[in-house]
C-alpha cells in the first residue's frame, strides 16, 4: 500500500475521500471539528509537493437528494481559514460543474465536492458513479477511515479506476494505532466497553478476550449482564436476547483469567431526563420504576484505580448518558483515568464515536496517545474483518 510520504503529487490532481461527517448544530455551525483537523496534513502535503486537492465527503444520511442540512457548504468557511487559501465548491459532485472546476484547478488550489451521498448510487457501490467522480482527478488518495468498513462508489469502488492510490495520514494512522493494541500491546492491558448494546460491540469483546488483562463492562450494556448474574434491572436498558452471550463473556472471560469488572453502583432516575429524580443504587438489583443512567461513585473508584495502573488501554463507549450534565460524571471520570494512565506511560486509544467526543469534550484530546476518527471502522478492524477501504488500497 503506497503512503503519502511515498509519493510526489507535483503536478497531480488528487482526488482525496475524506471524512467531513461533522456534527452540526441548528445554525449550521460545526459543534466538532476532529475530523476537519485530522485531514489537515495530508491536504498540506499534496498541496506542498505542488499538487491541488479535490475533497469529496459524505455528511449524515440525506434520504430524498440535496438539502440544506447535510450540505458540505457549510465546511468550505472553515477550511478557507484552516488552509489560508480560497476553497472552490462544486454544487454537485459529479456533473458539468465539477468536473469544469477540477479542470481548471491550478496547483496549491482546494476544490471541495458536494455531499457524495446526495446521489443513491454512492451507498450502492455504483460503478458508473464511481467512473465519473474518478474523471476528475490524477491520483486517488484514501483518508476516510471512518467509511473504510463500507463498500461505497468513492471508498472502494473507485480505486480501481487509478493506477496510482495512495493511503492518506488519517488512515495509516487509524491501522498503525489499531496495530498497537491489536499486536503489541503491554501488560497491564485494560479495555472500557461502554455504550447501549452488547449486541454492538460482542465481536471486539470476544476478540479482547484473548488479548487483554482487564475488561471493564459499562454503559447500557452493562444491565444485559446484570440480568445475566440474576439481577434485576428496573427500566434500564435491556437486551433480552442477548442474556446467553453475556453469559458465554462471563464464562470466557473466567476460563481465560481476564479480570471483568462491571458497576458496583449505579447512579439511578425514575425517568430518561436529565432533570429526572436520581440517587446512588449499590449492587446489581436496581428497583422497579428506576433505570440506570450512569456508574456510581465506587464504580468510579474501581474502574480508575484499574485503568490508572495500565501500560495499554483502550476505550470504546460512555459508561452513561454523558449527553445529560447530571449522568456524565463516570463517562468524564473515566477520561480523567485514561489521561493520568498516559501521562504515566501508558499507550491510550479512544475509540472514536462518542469516547472521542467525551475526551475533545474535556478537551483531553492532545493528552491521549490517539484518539481515533472511526468508531465503527476501527471495530470492524479489530474484529478482524476486511474493510473494503483499506483493501482496495492494496
Known amino acids: 500500500m503506497k503512503t503519502l510520504d511515498t509519493f510526489n503529487f507535483s503536478g497531480k490532481k488528487a482526488l482525496v475521500r475524506v471524512d467531513f461527517n461533522v456534527p452540526l448544530n441548528d445554525k449550521f455551525e460545526i459543534t466538532d471539528d476532529t475530523r476537519l483537523k485530522a485531514v489537515i496534513p495530508t491536504v498540506n502535503k ?11 465527503s459524505h455528511l449524515g444520511r440525506p434520504k430524498d437528494g440535496p438539502t440544506e442540512k447535510y450540505s458540505l457548504k457549510h465546511v468550505v468557511s472553515y477550511l478557507k481559514d484552516a488552509f489560508n ?3 472552490k465548491f462544486a454544487t454537485a459532485c459529479i456533473g458539468q460543474d ?11 488550489q482546494i476544490l471541495l465536492l458536494e455531499n457524495l451521498r446526495f446521489y443513491k448510487e454512492e451507498e450502492k457501490g455504483d460503478i458508473e458513479f464511481a ?48 496495530k498497537k493494541v491489536l499486536e503489541t500491546a503491554e501488560s497491564p492491558y485494560t479495555a472500557i466497553m461502554g455504550g447501549s448494546k452488547v449486541s454492538d460491540k460482542i465481536l471486539i469483546i470476544e476478540t479482547l478476550l484473548d488479548k487483554v488483562d482487564t475488561l471493564i463492562i459499562a454503559g447500557g450494556m452493562a444491565y444485559t ?12 436498558l435491556l437486551q433480552e436476547e442477548q442474556i446467553p452471550t453475556a453469559l458465554k463473556v462471563l464464562d470466557i472471560a473466567k476460563q481465560k483469567g481476564v479480570k471483568l469488572l462491571l458497576p458496583v453502583d449505579n447512579l439511578i432516575a425514575t425517568e430518561f431526563s436529565n432533570d429526572s429524580e436520581r440517587k446512588v443504587n449499590t ?17 468510579i473508584k474501581l474502574f480508575s484505580e484499574e485503568i490508572e495502573k495500565s501500560k495499554t488501554v483502550l ?15 463516570g463517562t468524564f471520570s473515566v477520561a480523567e483515568s485514561v489521561v493520568k494512565a498516559t501521562k504515566n506511560g501508558a499507550f491510550s486509544l479512544i475509540g472514536g464515536g462518542d469516547s472521542a467526543s467525551a475526551i475533545n469534550n474535556l478537551g483531553f484530546g492532545d493528552d491521549v496517545s490517539y484518539v481515533s476518527t472511526g468508531g465503527g471502522a476501527l471495530l470492524e478492524y479489530m474484529e478482524g474483518k476486511t474493510l473494503p477501504g483499506v483493501a482496495a488500497l492494496q
Open 46 to 56: 499534496i498541496l506542498k509537493d505542488g499538487g491541488s486537492a479535490i475533497l469529496m
Open 315 to 329: 476505550w470504546n463507549g460512555p459508561t452513561g448518558v454523558f449527553e445529560f450534565e447530571n449522568f456524565a460524571k
Open 85 to 87: 487559501t480560497d476553497v
Open 225 to 236: 449482564f446484570f440480568k445475566a448474574l440474576g439481577g434485576s434491572v428496573g427500566t434500564s
Open 98 to 108: 465539477a468536473k469544469d472546476l477540477a479542470a481548471d484547478l491550478k496547483p496549491g
Open 131 to 178: 467512473k465519473k467522480l474518478s474523471q476528475l482527478g490524477d491520483v486517488y488518495v484514501n483518508d476516510a477511515f471512518g467509511t473504510a468498513h463500507r463498500a461505497h462508489a468513492s471508498t472502494a469502488v473507485i480505486a480501481q479506476f487509478f493506477t496510482e492510490k495512495v493511503c492518506g495520514y488519517v488512515m495509516q494512522a487509524e491501522l498503525d494505532n489499531a
Open 283 to 299: 449492587g446489581i438489583n436496581i428497583p422497579d420504576g428506576w433505570m440506570g443512567l450512569d456508574i456510581g461513585p465506587e464504580s
